[in-house]
C-alpha cells in the first residue's frame, strides 16, 4: 500500500478526474489527461524515498481537506493585489490572475500579442500543438498530476517579428481561507524572431491556504527570445510545485531568473530546459532567501540535445533561521552535442546555525568536444569583511544587509530592468535579520 | 582623550597584550614601533573592537566612555578610525556607496542628517584631491583587485572622509612606493589640527621623516618597554631592538 491512500486528496483529485471526463473537451486534450493521469497513479505523490525528493517532503503539506478544481474560488479578491505585487517604477502591461484564472485585462494588450484562457482557446491549432509536446511526465509526477487534472490557466502567444515596449507583468494571485488545491496550467509560445519579457509574481491575499502544482510550458521558436522573471513572494501558508519546461529551436535566447523570496512555506521549483536545436543560448539565474522554516528547492536540467548551444546557470542562496535550501541542478549534454559550453554554478550562504543547504550539481557528458564547468559553495559571512564595515560606523545589521547584497550581486546584476534590480534588491535587505 | 592602563588581551588563549600603558592627548602624533609579533596590530585590533580578541584585564579610557564597552560601529561613531594593515577586498560593494553609508550612520550618531548626494560628492572630490587619491578607484568595489598601496591610500581616502578624533595607521608606509608615501604623509599632516591625535604603527624611520611624532613607544612582546621622541626613532634604526630586549630579560636573569 503507498502512504496515499491516507491522503483524502488523493481520493478527490480521483473522482474529480471522473468528472472532468463528463465536461467537453478537445480529444487531443482528454487524452493527454488520461495518459497523464496513468502515469500519475504509478507513482502518487513523491516521498522522500523518489531520489528527485530526496530532501523534500510534500505529503506533510498535503494532509488538510482541500478544495479541488471546480470548489476552488475563483472570483477576483477585494485585495489591492497592485499593491501586493507592484514593482515601483515599472511601466508594463499587466495580466491578472486568481488561483489559475484570467481576469479581464484593465488595458488592452497590442495586437501583437495574446492571453487567453486554455479553455478559451481549447480549439486553437497552436494550443494543439504545443500543448504537452515540452512537458516529459516519466518522472515528473507533479507534471503528471497538472496535465491530468489543470484547471485554468493561460496561452501567451507573442506574434513573429515583434516585440514590446514594456515588459508584460503577469500577477498571479492566490487567494483562499480554506485550503485549496490549485493546479493552472500555462502555455507560452514566442514565434520566430519575436522578442518578449516576462514577469510573473506569485502573491497571495492574507492568511491565504494554497497549495499551487502549476505547469508552464515554453516554447521559443527560431531566433525567438524571452526573458522570463519569476518572482515568488507569496505568504506564509502556501505552497508552491512549479514546473516550467521550456523548448529552443535554432538561435533562440532564453533567460530565467528566478527569486524565491520569503514567504511560501514550500517552494519546489523544477525548471527544465531542452536545447532542441543548435546554436541556442539559455541564461538560467536564480536567487533564495530563505527564512523560517521555509524550504526552498530548486531542481534544474539543461539538455544539450545539439551542437553549439551555450548554458549558463548561476544560482544563489541565502538562508536565514532554520530555512533549508535544496540545488539540484543537471546539465546534460548528448552525444551529438559537440561543441557545447555549459556553465553552472551555485553558490550559498548560511545566516544561521540552523539553516541548511544541499547542492548538488550534476554534470553529465557524452560528447567529447565540449566546455563545461560547474561548481558549488556554502559559506558564511566574513568576520573580516563585516569587521572592517563596522569599523567604519556601519551598523552590523546593515553591514550584513551590505554583505547578503553583495554576494547575491552576481545575479541581481544580471537584471535587465533597473526597477526590478532596485525591487530586490530592496526585498534583500529588508529580509536581512536584526542582531543574533 | 584616549587612557590605556594596563591592558591585557588575548586571542585563542594566547596572551598578546600584557599590561600596556598609554596616554594620548589631542593635538599629538605617537609612533608605535616594535619587532613582528609584538603586538602592535593586535593593540589596534583591541581598540577598533575585533572580537577575536578577549581582553582579560585593564581599561580603556575615550573621551571619559569606556572605549571597550562600545561596540566596534559605535567606537567609529566616537572618532575612533583605525587604517588596516591588511584592508579586506568587499566585491559586490561599492567603495563610494560604502562611504556614504558609513558617513550617513556616523552623521545620525551625532544627531546630523544625512549629507545630500551633491555635498556628499563634492566633499568626496575635494578629500580625493587632498589625498591624490585616483577617481576611478572610489567607483570601483571596496578594494577588490587594488594593488597594495592602493588599498593604502584608500584608507587614508576614508580617514579623509570621516575625520576622526583619534586614527590608528597600521603600517600605512609599508607597501607604498616612495612618492605613494609622501603624499600619504602630506595627507595626514593636512589632516592634523589641535583637536585630533595619531597614533602611527611603523617599522621604518622613513615615514616619521614626514610625519613627525611627537612620541615614539616601543612595543614588545605585549608591553611598551620604552618611550621617548623622535630621536628614540633614529636610534632604533642605527641599534635595532636588541638592546633594548636585553634591557627587558635582565632583571630575570
Ligand atoms: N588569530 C590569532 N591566533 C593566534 N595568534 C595570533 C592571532 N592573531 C595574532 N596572533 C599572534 O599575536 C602576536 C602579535 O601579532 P600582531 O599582529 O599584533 O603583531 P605585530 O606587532 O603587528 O607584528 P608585525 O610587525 O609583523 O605586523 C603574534 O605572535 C601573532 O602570531
Ligand atoms: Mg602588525
Redesign the interface.
Known amino acids: 500500500m503507498t502512504p496515499q491512500v491516507t491522503l483524502p486528496i488523493y481520493d478527490d483529485l480521483l473522482k474529480d478526474f471522473s468528472k472532468l471526463e463528463m465536461k467537453a473537451e478537445h480529444e487531443q486534450i482528454r487524452q493527454k489527461r488520461r495518459n497523464a493521469l496513468e502515469v500519475f497513479k504509478r507513482t502518487g505523490f513523491p516521498t522522500r524515498k523518489h531520489e528527485d525528493w530526496k530532501y523534500t517532503a510534500v505529503t506533510p503539506y498535503l494532509q488538510a481537506n482541500f478544495r479541488t478544481n471546480g470548489s476552488v474560488p475563483i472570483a477576483p479578491v477585494a485585495v489591492d493585489y497592485l499593491k501586493l505585487a507592484a514593482i515601483p517604477g515599472l511601466d508594463c502591461y499587466r495580466v491578472v490572475t486568481v488561483n489559475g484564472v484570467l481576469q479581464p485585462t484593465e488595458v488592452a494588450l497590442p495586437s501583437n500579442v495574446k492571453i487567453r484562457s486554455m479553455a478559451e482557446a481549447q480549439e486553437d491549432a497552436g494550443l494543439l500543438k504545443h500543448f504537452g509536446s515540452v512537458s516529459v511526465l516519466d518522472k515528473a509526477p507533479f507534471a503528471a498530476l497538472n496535465t491530468a487534472l489543470f484547471a485554468h490557466g493561460f496561452f501567451l502567444e507573442m506574434d513573429a517579428n515583434t516585440s514590446l515596449d514594456k515588459p508584460i507583468h503577469l500577477v498571479q494571485v492566490l487567494s483562499s481561507d480554506a485550503h485549496a488545491f490549485v493546479q493552472p496550467r500555462n502555455l507560452v509560445v514566442i514565434h520566430a524572431g519575436a522578442n518578449a519579457t516576462l514577469i510573473e509574481s506569485v502573491v497571495s491575499t492574507p492568511g491565504t491556504k494554497v497549495f499551487v502544482n502549476s505547469v508552464t510550458e515554453v516554447v521559443l521558436k527560431e531566433n525567438a527570445q524571452l526573458q522570463h522573471y519569476v518572482l515568488q513572494m507569496a505568504e506564509k501558508e502556501t505552497q508552491l510545485i512549479q514546473q516550467n519546461d521550456v523548448s529552443q529551436s535554432m538561435h533562440s535566447l532564453y533567460s530565467n531568473y528566478t527569486f524565491s523570496l520569503p514567504g511560501s512555506s514550500l517552494i519546489r521549483n523544477n525548471l527544465n530546459v531542452a536545447l532542441d536545436a543548435q546554436q541556442t543560448e539559455t541564461h538560467l539565474y536564480g536567487l533564495y532567501l530563505g527564512t523560517g522554516n521555509q524550504l526552498i528547492d530548486n531542481h534544474s536540467l539543461v539538455d544539450h540535445k545539439m551542437p553549439h548551444c551555450n548554458s549558463n546557470e548561476m544560482y544563489k542562496g541565502v538562508l536565514m533561521d532554520r530555512a533549508t535550501g535544496v540545488f539540484n541542478g543537471k546539465v546534460f549534454v548528448q552525444q551529438d552535442a559537440q561543441k557545447t559550453n555549459a556553465f553552472q554554478q551555485n553558490n550559498n550562504l548560511l545566516l544561521s546555525d540552523e539553516a541548511t543547504i544541499n547542492s548538488k550539481p550534476q554534470l553529465e557528458i557524452f560528447a567529447d568536444d565540449v566546455k563545461c564547468s560547474h561548481g558549488s559553495t556554502v559559506g558564511q559571512l566574513?568576520?573580516?569583511?563585516m569587521?572592517?564595515?563596522?569599523?567604519?560606523?556601519?551598523?552590523?545589521q546593515?553591514?550584513r544587509a551590505?554583505?547578503v547584497?553583495?554576494?547575491?550581486?552576481?545575479v541581481t546584476e544580471k537584471i535587465g530592468i533597473p526597477q526590478l534590480e532596485k525591487f530586490i534588491n530592496h526585498k534583500i535587505t529588508a529580509h536581512i535579520p536584526a542582531l543574533n | 582623550m584616549l587612557s590605556i592602563k594596563n591592558l591585557q588581551a588575548q586571542v585563542e588563549d594566547k596572551q598578546i597584550l600584557k599590561g600596556l600603558n598609554l596616554t594620548i592627548n589631542p593635538g599629538e602624533v605617537h609612533a608605535i614601533m616594535g619587532p613582528n609579533g609584538s603586538g602592535k596590530s593586535s593593540l589596534a585590533s583591541v581598540l577598533?573592537?575585533?572580537?577575536?580578541y578577549e581582553v582579560t584585564g585593564g581599561e580603556v579610557e575615550f573621551y571619559g566612555k569606556d572605549l571597550l564597552e562600545l561596540?566596534?560601529?559605535d567606537?567609529?561613531?566616537e572618532g575612533l578610525?583605525?587604517a588596516?594593515q591588511y584592508?579586506?577586498e568587499?566585491?559586490?560593494?561599492s567603495n563610494i556607496n560604502?562611504?556614504k553609508?558609513?558617513?550617513n550612520?556616523?552623521r545620525a550618531?551625532k544627531g546630523l542628517e544625512p549629507l545630500d548626494a551633491k555635498s556628499f560628492l563634492k566633499l568626496s572630490k575635494e578629500k580625493q584631491q587632498l589625498v591624490e587619491f585616483d577617481a576611478k578607484l572610489v567607483n570601483r568595489?571596496l578594494n577588490e583587485g587594488f594593488s597594495g598601496g592602493e588599498k593604502k591610500r584608500n584608507e587614508i581616502f576614508?580617514l579623509a572622509m570621516?575625520e576622526p578624533r583619534l586614527a590608528i595607521l597600521d603600517e600605512t608606509d609599508s607597501g607604498l612606493d616612495i612618492d605613494a608615501l609622501r603624499i600619504v604623509a602630506n595627507g595626514v599632516n593636512a589632516l592634523r589640527s589641535k583637536d585630533n591625535a595619531f597614533v602611527v604603527i611603523t617599522h621604518y624611520q622613513r615615514l616619521l621623516d614626514y610625519i613627525v611624532p611627537d612620541f615614539v613607544h616601543v612595543l614588545f612582546d605585549g608591553k611598551i618597554i620604552k618611550s621617548g621622541t623622535k630621536v628614540l626613532a633614529l636610534e632604533l634604526e642605527e641599534k635595532g631592538y636588541d638592546w633594548l630586549k636585553e634591557s627587558v630579560h635582565a632583571p630575570i636573569v
Do not use: H, W
Not at chain 1, 569587521?387 to 552590523?396: K, M, N, T
Not at chain 2, 568587499?90 to 560593494?93: A, F, H, L, N, T
Open positions: 566574513s568576520k573580516e569583511s569587521f572592517y564595515l563596522q569599523s567604519r560606523g556601519i551598523s552590523e546593515s553591514a551590505m554583505l547584497n553583495a554576494f547575491a550581486f552576481d | 577598533a573592537g575585533r572580537d577575536a561596540s566596534p560601529e567606537r567609529a561613531r578610525f583605525l588596516f584592508p579586506v568587499i566585491p559586490g560593494v560604502f562611504l553609508t558609513a558617513m550612520e556616523i550618531y568595489c576614508q570621516l
